[in-house]
């Protein structure tokens, strides 16, 4: 019977059909980070339970830990705590830590394909919803909730309700300027926030196809953005280049023995998906949002949405109440309006090939005199390439804060926040009301178009990328 990528996977992994139509998968791969590795430890300790298989499991600092330099001086008393615990216990239990300053530290996201510890055909589970990162690679990778981080440290398994199946094929090529970030932000917009609820996504098509692995990162990474939690893209000759080699990937001739089964994995050609959807983006502008949800998004160029033109009363009360929260107007055009801070980073634009983007802009100008700018790498190691490469000269020349690994302010944490009435462009991969801090506006944007703002002082494009508003 013909089988999709994703059913070949879960297939690989059953290890028993339970009732209620649960399965219980096996585990390859569990991340485990600061705000929950000590938590969930500590619960294994108080009920006498040892970690099945520490070997499987990896740990780092990246949520709570402040973004400034001289950490762990900086440490807020929460996040100390926090990371004390995650200290102790990754050592009580085996468990490899990649602690702050030590090669791999960083987002947990970031990490995972950059060591090779996310491989295709593998089952990966962390306890964050952007876990659906690591389905680039040809994983297949969910976020899980606290009491199922305790139940995977204490059997190395998992209990899932089995999905439906959709797959998206992205046709076209993406015009000058054009990023994976816009091209999903686009699909959001298009499909809905509830579009994926209950689906195992699969990305395919000719623009998958043609995109780099960070690309595709950035791509899967926003899954649950619309609405599924597992998102993927089949395993391919790019994706066995970018793992050769790889920290914890396979070496030698397992490495060959690896890539002969992982390209067996692609969906079968005559392969049936519940739902279907073919999105061409061969003439998508970048994207720029506009309220407090990924799906309220419109072309830079563009303008905010009239709730009026809404048929569904509540849509049209959500909406309503976005563009209030966010103090704008119905028809107002995006360019032009006034921000005070732009943040580069995140686990959805915080890779290399993101800050060259960004520095790209950025070397043509200053970020403006009332706009605050931070640039985040999203792991030790990019920041150490960024920094290799000259990235850092040239964000701070232009006035960038260039910062230490972590999440920072992709949400708000008790040492890294903005203030209420700030209107904030970023590279993260959610605009919820408070995300960033309590009354705090977020717009999400391309690594190039937030860069390009902070150089204008206002919602902006990018010189010579060919539409409306770019920075002079």
């Not at 990649?98 to 791999?104: A, E, K, N, P, V």
């Not at 690896?258 to 061409?280: C, K, N, P, Q």
């Not at 506009?290 to 033109?309: C, F, H, I, N």
């Amino acid at each position: 019977m013909p089988r999709s990528l994703f059913d070949k996977i879960w297939a690989d992994h059953t290890v028993a059909e339970l009732d209620g139509g649960i399965t219980l998968l096996g585990v390859d791969c569990h991340l485990i980070h600061d705000l929950a590795a000590g938590p969930a430890l500590d619960a294994l300790v108080a009920r006498a339970l040892p970690v099945m298989c520490p070997d499987k499991t990896f740990a780092t600092p990246d949520h709570g830990v402040t973004s400034q330099p001289d950490r762990p001086a900086r440490l807020d008393p929460a996040a100390a705590r926090l990371l004390t615990a995650l200290r102790e216990r990754t050592r009580e239990a085996g468990i490899r830590l990649f602690d702050l300053g030590q090669d791999g530290q960083g987002i947990v996201h970031v990490i995972g394909p950059e060591l090779g510890l996310t491989l295709p055909g593998a089952l990966l589970v962390c306890g964050d919803s952007h876990t659906c990162t690591h389905g680039a690679l040809g994983a297949l990778a969910f976020g899980i909730g606290t009491s199922e981080v305790v139940h995977v440290l204490a059997t190395q398994t998992i209990r899932q309700r089995k999905p439906r199946t959709m797959r998206i094929h992205i046709e076209g090529l993406p015009p000058p300027g054009v990023t994976a970030k816009d091209i999903i932000l686009f699909i959001i917009g298009a499909l809905g926030t509830r579009a994926g609820q209950g689906y195992a996504v699969e990305y395919a098509g000719a623009a998958v196809r043609a995109m780099t692995i960070e690309q595709r990162l950035t791509l899967c990474n926003l899954s649950i953005e619309l609405g599924a939690k597992i998102g993927m893209i089949a395993p391919d000759d790019r994706t066995f280049e970018y793992l050769a080699g790889r920290p914890f990937a396979p070496g030698g001739a397992t490495f060959d023995a690896a890539v002969a089964y992982w390209r067996t994995l692609g969906s079968d050609a005559d392969a049936r998906f519940d739902v279907e959807h073919t999105i061409d983006i061969g003439a998508i502008e970048p994207q720029f949002t506009w309220g407090t949800s990924p799906q309220d998004v419109v072309a830079l160029s563009g303008r905010v949405p009239d709730p009026e033109s809404e048929a569904d009363p509540a849509r049209r009360k959500r909406m309503q109440d976005a563009i209030a929260y966010m103090g704008l107007r119905a028809g107002q055009p995006l360019l032009g309006t006034a921000i005070d801070c732009v943040f580069i980073g995140s686990c959805t634009n915080g890779r290399l090939s993101d800050l060259r983007e960004a520095a790209a802009v950025a070397r043509h100008g200053h970020v403006s005199p009332h706009v605050r700018a931070w640039v985040v790498p999203g792991s030790l190691r990019v920041q150490r390439a960024a920094e290799a490469e000259g990235l850092d000269r040239i964000f701070r020349e232009a006035g960038f804060e260039w910062r230490e690994p972590g999440c920072s302010l992709c949400f708000a944490s008790p040492s890294e926040y903005l203030e209420a009435g700030q209107r904030s462009v970023s590279t993260t991969n959610r605009n919820f009301v408070g995300r960033q801090g309590l009354g705090v506006r977020t717009h999400l944007a391309s690594p190039a178009i937030a860069a390009a703002c902070a150089l204008a002082g206002a919602i902006s494009g990018v010189r010579g990328a060919g539409f409306p508003g770019e920075v002079q």
